[in-house]
């Protein structure tokens, strides 16, 4: 028991980050506006779809045009079920704006969901700009006294929407996958330091379950893009990046097939896997940065941050990706062990 500690942390971990990562729930949040355009000086009627929301069981519902610090509120709502309401604007002939279009966002409040947001939800046509005339006749207001969602939820995220439960798998073996790759240099390089066969068993074991936890996170991504950017695959830099990189460490299997010779063989795929992990860094680390991308983190389109991750979710996410690691060290030193054993069969050590 006392050397399998780590394995059991692992199992308790994972097995965490997959219950509170599925039964929790998502907070309230707005998916869709209809109509979505309008004119100003006409009244506007507006259809808000909620998703987790108590429209019809609120008393303190309130809903806002905003656009910076100006706000409108509605004349008229009418709640025709949990997520559905119905929200009239009166909208000034002119708008705090010099532009002919403006975006407005949606803001609602009630005592049982809290406040949500939805951003550029409403575009409103001017005929008449007069922003300095506009200012006079639109309120500031800074909305201040929404109401605070109680519990232990999930952040509501357009687009992402139930997907954003994939963080804890997707990202979490992407996060194993390199520690794991960085513990098969160390080995490598003690291999070409002392030559022990051992050594390359280890690197040798690390590499495989390293490329298949980025296999599996390029099948859990290749999902996620499906439901969030409506194709398996795009010509997306970081996904043709990735692409490249699982090649060259795909490389690394065919090279090691290639060799009879044990030392030969365990020599030259350390000095490949050395730097084929070299390759991480201007693949996946440079060169996304440098152009624009649908992915996360990439290209100014931000990650780890306020739109894709809060704490709640961070309750679950860094023990996803601690539980993951240690289950593909165990994986691995299993493989570690069965190459070992092969080895005595053989009467090579």
Known sequence: MKENWWKIIGIVLMLFALIFGILTPLKPGLPSVFPFNGKAGNPLTVDIQGYNTHFDEAKEQRVWLKLG??????????????????????????????????????????????????????????????????????PQNSLDNLHQQAGIMFPYRNVLGETIRNLYYHVSLWFAMFIILAVSIFYSIRYLNKGNMLDDHRSNALVSVGVLFGLLGCATGSIWAKHTWGTWWTTDVKLNMTAIFMLIYLAYFVLRGSFQDEIKRARLASVYNIFAFASIIPLLFVIPRLVDSLHPGNGGNP??????????????????????????????????????????????I
């Open 69 to 138: 610090d100006y706000t409108l509120g509605s004349s008229k709502l009418e709640a025709t079920s949990s997520n559905l309401l119905r929200a009239t604007f009166l909208t000034p002939a002119m708008l705090p704006s010099k532009d002919s279009v403006v975006v407005f966002s949606l803001v609602t409040d009630n005592e049982i969901d809290g406040a949500s947001v939805m951003p550029s939800a409403i575009f409103v046509k001017q005929s008449v700009i007069d922003s300095a005339g506009a200012a006079q006749v639109w």
């Open 303 to 348: 990650g780890f941050g306020g739109e894709d991750l809060d704490n709640t979710m961070r309750i679950a996410f860094y023990p996803a990706i601690i539980g993951m690691t240690l289950i593909g060290l165990w994986i691995a030193d299993l493989r570690y062990r069965l190459a070992v054993l092969a080895d005595k069969v053989l009467d090579r």
